[in-house]
């Protein structure tokens, strides 16, 4: 049998702790597992599925959730992204993206055969997206030519930063530009209301965020976009082809219905999730860990440099493993091995006891090597 070394660790990877499967998904899994058995039932699409209840979720309570008009299931929030942005492509037309967007939103905007415009971030030690930035770029792209989108990373994935989103939605609506935002990191951690932001789009990530297998994600949008990206095939009169017809279907769809009541409640409760956060940037920050990025934060991804580790790298024998093998043999998981000037890791789902073993855990190791 294929077992997975960390299964038990404590799992600080922002790829992952958002993910972690509840009882009732672990169970839906087995259930459901068998190739297509989630298609027992289908009559041709994905959405409609009534057994199980896929319809009420794409077409009842996910646009509440995301604050939208319409919503799909998607593979995930670049596959999200992709069909967005080829949808609304033009020849020789521009997407504005921010300087610290995925570079899935780089790759899907390339296959899309949009040119690219970039906002920069701030740069060292914050790497902000300022709204008046966003303006400047927008403004400086409408004079080369037609813009037929404008996207935003709320939070990024490096820095966990939120950019102030509403802002720049403003200011998107004001220059004539659908807007689309970027939720991987935020849509099933965080409240987030599509309508609330003033946005025209957004993706989430099921497997990020959402406590589902993956490949999974969702999209929302307002309705007058429907036509345009959910267009049907001429042909095949029931199936979306900017979706290919259908998207996740099996295990990692289900999953996403069964932890759906649990993600909701959780959400409620973002506010804790900022407070532990903090707290735990700031007990690393006593110990020679900075935390870069926005401050004080408001997101569990964070970004730390450490001097001090990358010193004591230079110095043990298992260079610039140590860290990962230190941390491993305490059975915490997430930092990637080879690294120790620069990483990130998340607090999210994490009990205070947890906290307080990993901010021992790099005391501890610091202590080690520096006597």
């Known amino acids: 049998m294929l077992k997975r070394q960390t299964k038990d660790f404590i799992n600080i990877d922002p790829l992952q702790t958002g993910g972690k499967l509840t009882e009732e998904a672990k169970q839906a899994l087995l259930e459901w597992g068998d190739g297509y058995s989630i298609c027992d039932f289908c009559q041709g699409r994905l959405d409609e599925i009534r057994t199980p209840p896929i319809y009420d979720f794409v077409h ?13 299931i998607t593979t995930g929030a670049r596959e999200g992204m992709f069909a967005i942005m080829h949808a609304l492509a033009k020849k020789d037309a521009w997407v504005i993206l921010d300087g610290n967007a995925h570079y899935s939103s780089y790759i899907s905007a390339e296959r899309a055969g949009l040119n690219i415009a970039e ?14 930035k966003f303006e400047e770029v927008i403004e400086e792209t409408e004079r080369k030519g037609e813009i037929a989108l404008a996207l935003i990373t709320y ?4 820095y966990g930063n939120l950019p102030d989103a509403k802002k720049i939605a403003e200011i998107c609506k004001s220059h004539g530009i659908p807007l689309l935002l970027n939720g991987a990191y935020a849509v099933g951690r965080m409240p987030l209301k599509l309508k609330e932001i003033g946005a025209d789009f957004i993706v989430g990530s099921g497997h990020k965020s959402m406590a589902s297998s993956g490949p999974v994600g969702v999209l929302g949008m307002k309705s007058e976009w429907e036509e345009i990206v959910l267009k049907r095939s001429s042909k095949y009169k029931n199936k979306e082809i900017e979706l290919l017809g259908c998207t996740a279907r099996g295990v990692s769809l289900i999953t996403l219905i069964a932890s759906f009541p649990a993600v909701k409640k959780r959400v409620e409760r973002w506010r804790e999730e900022v407070e532990k956060a903090r707290y735990f940037s700031s007990k690393m920050e006593e110990i020679g860990v900075l935390q870069l990025g926005e401050k004080p934060h408001n997101h ?7 001097e001090k580790l990358f010193e004591i790298s230079k110095k043990v024998k298992d260079g610039r493993f140590f860290l990962y093998k230190e941390l491993k043999s305490r059975r915490i998981h997430g930092i990637k091995p080879g690294l120790t000037k620069h990483f990130k890791l998340s607090t999210y789902g994490l009990s205070k006891e947890e906290i307080e073993y990993v901010l ?3 005391r501890e190791i610091i202590e080690k090597y520096e006597k």
């Open 60 to 72: 009842k309570e996910l646009p509440e959730f995301l604050g939208c008009d319409v919503a799909r």
């Open 119 to 132: 906002v920069p971030n701030t740069g060292y030690p914050d790497y902000l997206i300022k709204p008046d």
């Open 155 to 158: 939070p990024d994935g490096n």
């Open 300 to 306: 569990d991804l964070m970004f730390f440099s450490s």
């Open 360 to 362: 021992n855990a790099f």
